[in-house]
């Protein structure tokens, strides 16, 4: 009996022994082996990085180089050469090893592509080959679950469905709507300049971020805007939360501590819950009472204006495609994606045409011709399109400062791109900025504001036509580019219109990265109300 027992006992810590021993061999092989075998495999197709660190992979590296970089502002010789600075790692890498080469990201594989042949095979021909990057949860909470995530038949489905709302006689709609919160801006800027002596100091990013809320809340909500601004607005907070814990996301768990800013968000979560379910059922039973008073003329002028939760409840009534939840992450998704990247090119461009006062100036005399130099009037739908200048202004904002200014895939399968083996699980960083400064396509003065380039258009700007890639490429390209520049010509239209405005002297040029392109330290400028003048 004693035998029996012993040598059952054995048998257990053997097999015990034995499982930790093929954990342990799994583990080493996905943090030291596999690395290896896969640098060996690219240097053997002649692609080459940093070498892999051990657990860490390169990201020390990386983090003291973007740290050095942003140590010191832009040089005041070369203000718009901001790769080095803002994607320092690359720019650092990139003259040893080529524009395609490999970092290591912990233990996962990071192919970095700038090619733009390549770029087109990751996103258009090849693309079923690749995924969406998963976001760390952090940002997943704060980006929601909707289309940017999504993936497959429910991606394909809900792309169909909101797709309508940004089609251009749809946007059209909510140009007095995005006008009038912008003149609003421009009076109160107007009452502060004559209260201090002629001209106002403002950063403007703040004041920006409400003139997106405004237009993302009315493509959103349509004629439940002010019930949606109450439910937006507590989402705005709830951001504010997430991204500070987005600083902390190396502490392991953070996000589920109940510490008090997190039980704050759980607590805006659930209300924002509350009033999207509350919003949802009030439209979906039909009720024509719940527009406000101050949508009152709104409702009869938008009959017919596609929102996105229209959208939403009408494809969740027709084939009960939409549940409630999937409404609710797609309201969050689109709050994060339409707001603060719409801010940061209104941003850079101000900065932009404060820089350059000779485009400043040409912008306006195009604006006055088309739009009048009536300060009370606001451009309108059929303005925007005759708007030349300022679209070339545009675009070359979105060129040297893309608010995004990177995107990720990662290889669902083993695939080739550009003559290369990718294995699956190898993730590929594609520096869109990177593209945009890149002098083979844009020639030597790539790192100069010259919106002339585009005279004759985005794909006739550079060598080739797909190293203008702003709003990403193929099936998965941004869906609210055209609302994001109607809203930006609108709003430098109005703003040109009623204003001189050059850099302050508190302005330090310094763009920097956190999820999207920041001036690092604000964006101060002084504005000057114009005194109106006919147009020539
Ligand atoms: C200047 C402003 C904007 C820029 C630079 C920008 C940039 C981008 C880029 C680069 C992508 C593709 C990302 C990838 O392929 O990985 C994207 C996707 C997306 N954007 Fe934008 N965006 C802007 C404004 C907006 C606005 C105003 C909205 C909403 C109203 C929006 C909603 C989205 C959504 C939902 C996606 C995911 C589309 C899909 O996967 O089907 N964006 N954006």
């Given at each position: 009996m004693m035998a029996a027992v012993s040598w059952s006992g054995v048998a257990v810590a053997v097999t015990a022994a034995c499982v930790a021993l093929h954990v342990a061999a799994r583990v080493l092989d996905a943090v030291w082996w596999r690395p290896r075998r896969l640098e060996a495999h690219f240097a053997g197709q002649g692609v080459r990085g940093p070498p892999y660190r051990f657990l860490v992979g390169c990201v020390r590296e990386m983090v003291s180089l973007m740290a050095e970089a942003t140590a010191s502002p832009m040089p005041a010789s070369q203000p718009h050469?901001?790769?080095?600075?803002?994607?320092?790692?690359?720019?650092?890498?990139?003259?040893?090893?080529?524009?395609?080469?490999?970092?290591?990201?912990?233990?996962?594989?990071?192919?970095?592509?700038?090619?733009?042949?390549?770029?087109?095979?990751?996103?258009?021909?090849k693309a079923a080959a690749f995924d969406r990057y998963e976001a760390h949860p952090v940002v997943r909470q704060l980006e929601g679950d909707g289309l940017v995530s999504l993936h497959g038949d429910k991606w394909a489905l809900h792309r169909r469905v909101l797709t309508p709302a940004f089609f251009p006689d749809n946007l059209n709609r909510l140009v007095p709507h995005v006008g009038r919160s912008v003149a609003k801006l421009a009076e109160t800027w107007r009452a502060m300049a004559s209260a201090g002596g002629g001209e106002v100091e403002v950063d403007v990013a703040e004041w920006f971020q409400a003139v997106a809320e405004e237009a993302i809340t009315r493509a959103t909500f349509g004629r439940s805007y002010v019930s949606g601004r109450v439910v937006f607005r507590m989402q705005a907070r709830l951001m504010a939360f997430a991204?500070?814990?987005?600083?902390?996301?190396?502490?392991?768990g953070y996000r589920f501590l109940p510490t008090k800013k997190n039980r704050m968000s759980w607590g805006l979560d659930r209300e924002i819950r509350r009033g999207l379910i509350r919003l949802i059922g009030r439209r979906s039973g039909g009720d024509a009472g719940e527009e406000d008073d101050e949508n009152a003329e709104m409702k009869h002028k938008d009959d017919g204006f596609k929102d996105l939760?229209?959208?939403?409840?009408?494809?969740?009534?027709?084939?009960?495609?939409?549940p409630v939840e999937d409404m609710l992450e797609e309201c969050k998704t689109f709050f994060f994606a339409g707001k603060q990247t719409t801010t940061n090119l209104l941003t850079w461009a101000t900065v932009l045409l404060a820089m350059h006062p000779e485009w400043q100036e040409r912008a306006r005399r195009e604006v006055l011709a088309v739009c009048g130099d009536d300060a009370g009037e606001l451009?309108?739908?059929?303005?925007?399109?005759?708007?030349?200048?300022?679209?070339?202004?545009?675009n070359e904002t979105l060129r040297l400062y893309p608010p995004a200014?990177?995107?990720?895939?990662?290889?669902?399968?083993?695939?080739?791109?550009?003559?290369?083996?990718?294995?699956?699980?190898?993730?590929?960083?594609?520096?869109?900025?990177?593209?945009?400064?890149?002098?083979?396509?844009?020639?030597?003065?790539?790192?100069?504001?010259?919106?002339?380039?585009?005279?004759?258009?985005?794909?006739?700007?550079?060598?080739?036509?797909?190293?203008?890639v702003p709003f990403g490429l193929g099936s998965r390209m941004c869906i609210g580019q055209n609302l994001a520049i109607l809203e930006a010509k609108l709003t430098m239209a109005i703003l040109l219109q009623r204003f001189d405005l050059k850099?302050?002297?508190?302005?330090?040029?310094?763009?920097?990265?956190?999820?999207?392109?920041?001036?690092?330290?604000?964006?101060?400028?002084?504005?000057?109300?114009?005194?109106?003048?006919?147009?020539?």
């Open positions: 050469n901001a790769l080095p600075r803002v994607l320092a790692f690359y720019h650092y890498w990139r003259k040893i090893y080529g524009a395609t080469f490999l970092i290591w990201f912990g233990p996962t594989p990071r192919l970095t592509v700038a090619e733009p042949d390549m770029v087109r095979e990751i996103f258009i021909t991204s500070e814990a987005f600083r902390k996301v190396l502490v392991p939760l229209g959208l939403m409840i009408n494809a969740g009534a027709v084939n009960k495609a939409m451009p309108t739908k059929d303005h925007l399109p005759k708007l030349k200048t300022l679209g070339m202004i545009l200014v990177a995107t990720i895939r990662r290889a669902k399968c083993d695939v080739t791109v550009g003559g290369i083996a990718i294995p699956r699980d190898t993730e590929l960083l594609v520096p869109i900025m990177a593209i945009h400064h890149d002098a083979r396509f844009w020639g030597a003065d790539a790192a100069q504001f010259n919106p002339a380039r585009f005279a004759g258009g985005a794909a006739r700007a550079a060598k080739h036509p797909l190293a203008f850099l302050s002297p508190n302005y330090v040029h310094a763009p920097t990265v956190l999820m999207l392109l920041y001036p690092q330290y604000g964006a101060p400028f002084i504005f000057r109300p114009r005194q109106s003048q006919p147009s020539d």
